[in-house]
């Protein structure tokens, strides 16, 4: 469980949080439930995503179907020019973002501002995906959530793709992914290679 750093002193400090995981596990949940508890605690709050996530036009949504508005970005740089006096910056989808996305990140911390970001922290072929791997590196705090494979009744940490596709980002939902655990995705990763 995730709990908000403790301020002990009048000197402001930011930080760093990455939440992470698989498709289905409840990431953009917990990104939203953190900001709703920044709103309530009255800190100015600014959603960020990447503009190439076309499934909700300037929104973040869960798959419990809780949304939030947020800002589409081409670019991590463009955040940048975007904080204004927030005091929390919040990122879903980062695994989307270039590279300079952890510098942008470490700049805002820096600063003195809370950023929470979340991510897939492994492709569908189960490898580190893009800058997620560095953001967690830099965090102060990372949270790894989990899905239920339905297959094995185990965690899942792995999102399967259901077609044949290769490229490495193809954007979807349960009719292109599923979630499943170490066990079943080797499984049928071998049964793939085979074909």
């Known amino acids: 469980m995730f709990?908000?750093?403790?301020?002990?002193?009048?000197?402001?400090?930011?930080?760093?949080?990455?939440?992470?995981?698989?498709?289905f596990s409840g990431k953009t949940e917990e990104l939203i439930r953190r900001i709703k508890r920044a709103e309530i605690a009255n800190q100015k709050v600014k959603v960020f995503k990447p503009l190439i996530d076309?499934?909700?036009?300037?929104?973040?949504?869960?798959?419990?179907?809780?949304?939030?508005?947020?800002?589409?970005?081409?670019?991590?740089?463009?955040?940048?020019?975007?904080?204004?006096?927030?005091?929390?910056?919040?990122?879903?989808?980062?695994?989307f973002f270039d590279d300079q996305i952890v510098m942008v990140c470490n700049k805002i911390a820096n600063s003195g501002i809370?950023?929470?970001?979340?991510?897939?922290?492994?492709?569908?072929?189960?490898?580190?995906?893009?800058?997620?791997?560095?953001?967690m590196a830099i965090s102060e705090y990372v949270t790894k959530v989990h899905a239920i494979c339905k297959k094995s009744g185990n965690i899942a940490n792995y999102s399967y793709r259901k077609n044949n596709r290769k490229d490495l980002v193809v954007i979807g939902e349960k009719d292109k992914y599923e979630p499943l655990s170490r066990s079943v995705f080797n499984e049928k990763m071998n049964k793939n290679k085979k074909i």
Not at 4 to 23: D, H, L, T
Not at 127 to 133: D, S, T, W
Request: negative net charge.
């Open 3 to 23: 709990l908000e750093n403790p301020a002990y002193n009048n000197e402001q400090f930011g930080w760093i949080e990455v939440i992470c995981g698989s498709m």
């Open 54 to 95: 076309l499934r909700s036009k300037n929104f973040i949504e869960s798959h419990d179907d809780t949304k939030l508005k947020c800002i589409e970005v081409k670019s991590s740089n463009e955040i940048l020019n975007k904080l204004n006096d927030s005091d929390v910056i919040a990122i879903d989808e980062a695994q």
């Open 114 to 135: 809370r950023v929470i970001v979340a991510g897939l922290d492994m492709d569908y072929l189960g490898n580190p995906f893009g800058p997620m791997p560095n953001l």
